[in-house]
């Protein structure tokens, strides 16, 4: 009669929680004593409640009596059904009443008023780290112990979380359940199909703060911002190198142990990481989907596309602080500025050559293998270079794209031209 009445008289002495049952006031009690009766006989587990026993049992049995009428899934909670239904409904009761967030159940509504309040009343004791919902806490907390009891049966690899070991399955299972429905593209994670989305409809809610940088996705939001503060907090054990993100360390530790994971099926070639592969890939497939808008040039990369694009706009916001050279992309700047240095990090290590490119020693190596690896289709010239080739093809096609401003004379390399335009300048002195 009590719940119709409202009427609570079982007061706890320890908190200002209420009762109308005494059997729910002795379970509420546990939570202070941290008593847990309750035991089970198969591992280590122990609850507070019988309830809680018998439900943790069927994790051992893989009973989930609890199934939907619209799919497949199943359950070992009623109330766990009765959420998942909501997402064939659509149904969200729960409402923000500070913004225009809804949600399914009401501790997700619970957790998203904290991102308003900002509170984060978890507290780590091993380190400043603070977090709004308990559960994150237990899962920092393990980055301490490093404690990874999520272990994949089919490889090594081990997780703290066990949706971070779901996730992982898909690497071996090669399922992309989250479908784009605005292209093909298909994804292991919602987030990641998330994310892509508004790579169509060009949204990017996370702005910058410090310049008009603005970004689709808090996280890189997060990793630009350390381009501003200089942040690198991700060292090297092996040498001084330090990295703004983990994975780019986990990268260069490859640098160290000479690992390549990523091989290409075609050819011999291996790389440390996907993306590399990916783009090796398609020298084979000879894919170019990055198209400029104002001439014919395509590319297999967006950010080739970008330098690319410099050369139509003239832009060049990389300057030298020693002299008023101006560079399109940061990297030619920091070889540039060896030019003033004098640095040649690239040593040979079979004659006293060194050089300010990677890309150079690999070059100059080749005068000593005479390694000429790429082949005219036409006649059977060979060169060490790419660059090499495509000038020696002109000679074939007869194409000359450089232009004399002054006279009609025309050439198929730009040095050409250069030594032509001295012919107008004596005759015409500037």
Do not use: W
């Amino acid at each position: 009669m009590m719940s119709h009445t409202g009427e609570k008289p079982f007061q706890c002495e320890l908190c200002n929680a209420a009762f109308p049952c005494k059997s729910d006031f002795r379970r509420h009690m546990m939570t202070h004593t941290g008593e847990k009766p309750f035991q089970c006989n198969l591992c280590n587990a122990a609850f507070s409640q019988k309830a809680h026993l018998k439900c943790h049992m069927m994790t051992h049995t893989g009973e989930k009596p609890f199934q939907c009428d619209l799919c497949d899934a199943a359950f070992l909670r009623k109330p766990s059904l009765k959420r998942h239904m909501m997402t064939h409904t659509g149904e969200k009761p729960f409402q923000c009443d500070l913004c225009n967030a809804a949600f399914p159940v009401m501790s997700e509504l619970r957790r998203h008023k904290v991102t308003h309040t900002g509170e984060k009343p978890f507290q780590c004791d091993l380190c400043n780290a603070a977090f709004s919902q308990k559960s994150d806490l237990r899962r920092h907390f393990m980055t301490h112990t490093g404690e990874k009891p999520f272990q994949c049966d089919l490889c090594d690899a081990a997780f703290s979380q066990k949706n971070g070991l779901r996730h992982h399955m898909i690497t071996h299972t090669g399922e992309k359940p989250f479908q784009c429905e605005l292209c093909n593209s298909a994804f292991s994670k919602k987030c990641y199909l998330k994310h892509h989305v508004m790579a169509h409809i060009g949204e990017k809610p996370f702005q910058c703060e410090l310049c008009n940088s603005a970004f689709s996705q808090k996280s890189v939001l997060k990793r630009h911002m350390m381009t501003h503060t200089g942040e690198k907090p991700f060292q090297c054990d092996v040498c001084n190198a330090a990295f703004s993100q983990k994975g780019y360390l986990k990268y260069h530790k490859m640098t160290h142990t000479g690992e390549k994971p990523f091989q290409c099926d075609l050819c011999s070639t291996a790389f440390s990481q996907e993306c590399d592969l990916k783009r090796h890939m398609m020298t084979h497939t000879g894919e170019k989907p990055f198209q400029c808008e104002q001439c014919v040039a395509a590319f297999s990369l967006k950010s080739h596309l970008k330098r690319h694009m410099m050369t139509h706009t003239g832009e060049k916001p990389f300057n030298c602080n020693v002299c008023n050279a101006a560079f399109p992309r940061k990297s030619d700047l920091i070889h540039h500025m060896m030019t003033h240095t004098g640095e040649k990090p690239f040593n040979c290590n079979l004659c006293n050559a060194a050089f300010i490119r990677k890309s150079d020693l690999r070059q100059h190596m080749m005068t000593h293998t005479g390694e000429k690896p790429f082949q005219c289709d036409l006649c059977d010239a060979a060169f060490p270079q790419k660059g090499n080739l495509r000038k020696h093809m002109m000679t074939h096609t007869g194409e000359k794209p450089f232009h004399c401003d002054l006279c009609d004379t025309a050439f198929s390399q730009k040095s050409s031209l250069k030594r032509h335009m001295i012919i107008h300048t004596r005759e015409k002195p500037l």
